[in-house]
């Protein structure tokens, strides 16, 4: 199994573009998520889905959108970059039971100029 | 909201114990995970905690105490390749039992 796949693995970004992060699972989790994580920081929550159809606000969403149209996939959107948007962002999926754990994305690392 | 509190950064001796805490505040607990992360790469799961006392896999154990909120992890025969973050993660119900993550320990093992 790949597990959750993320693309790109880099990106540098100009200020005011826009871009999609790409995330897909192939385990059959219900649970999605996004998360950033700054150097020296844990991981933030930007949005969260539990299920197809659905998505749900985080911690930081500000500056971005989701989607969840299937089980397998959940894209990212930033619409216009900006520099404090310079991160590195995780994917994860889980089961949804509380007892179990998240799985993690290699991450895409996003520089914005 | 959760409060989760972990030490900057720890060094250690290969060979040696060391103990990483992470203390919390919420309301409704449901859960405590640990993952390991190294530089550059993605978080991995180590272990998971609900109940009150210690689990032990391997060099790694991990404790929690609910009425104090408190967890450790404990890593014993230190390996250079223990190097790594070590993330606390704490799950409460009401919110989807989404985990709320502390900052990490930068745990750095020398020779």
């Known amino acids: 199994n790949a597990g959750v796949t993320q693309t790109p693995k880099f990106r540098i970004l100009k200020i005011g573009q826009s871009m999609t992060l790409q995330c897909t699972q192939d385990m059959n989790h219900n649970y999605m998520y996004w998360y950033r994580q700054d150097p020296g920081m844990g991981l933030k929550l930007i949005y969260y889905s539990v299920g197809a159809g659905i998505t749900d606000k985080g911690e930081v969403p500000n500056g971005y959108n989701v989607s969840r149209s299937t089980t397998e996939d959940f894209p990212l959107r930033l619409e216009l970059a900006a520099p404090s948007q310079t991160s590195v962002y995780f994917c994860?999926?889980?089961?949804?039971?509380?007892?179990?754990?998240?799985?993690f994305g290699d991450g895409t690392r996003l520089s914005i100029l | 909201g959760q409060n989760i509190d972990q030490p900057t950064e720890m060094t250690a001796t290969e060979g040696a114990i060391v103990q990483i805490n992470c203390t919390y505040q919420?309301?409704?607990?449901?859960?405590l995970f640990w993952y390991q992360q190294h530089a550059g790469e993605a978080p991995t799961f180590l272990s998971y905690?609900?109940?009150?006392g210690l689990e032990e896999k391997g060099r790694f154990s991990s404790f929690l105490s609910r009425s104090k909120g408190y967890s450790y992890l404990l890593l014993k025969e230190l390996q250079m390749k223990d190097s790594a973050s070590y993330l606390c993660?704490?799950?409460?119900?009401?919110?989807?039992?989404?985990?709320?993550f502390g900052r990490g320990t930068s745990l750095i093992v020398h020779p």
């Open positions: 994860a999926s889980s089961t949804g039971d509380s007892n179990q754990p998240q799985h």
């Open positions: 993660a704490v799950s409460a119900s009401g919110g989807s039992y989404i985990p709320t």
């Open positions: 905690n609900v109940l009150d």
């Open positions: 919420t309301s409704g607990f449901n859960g």
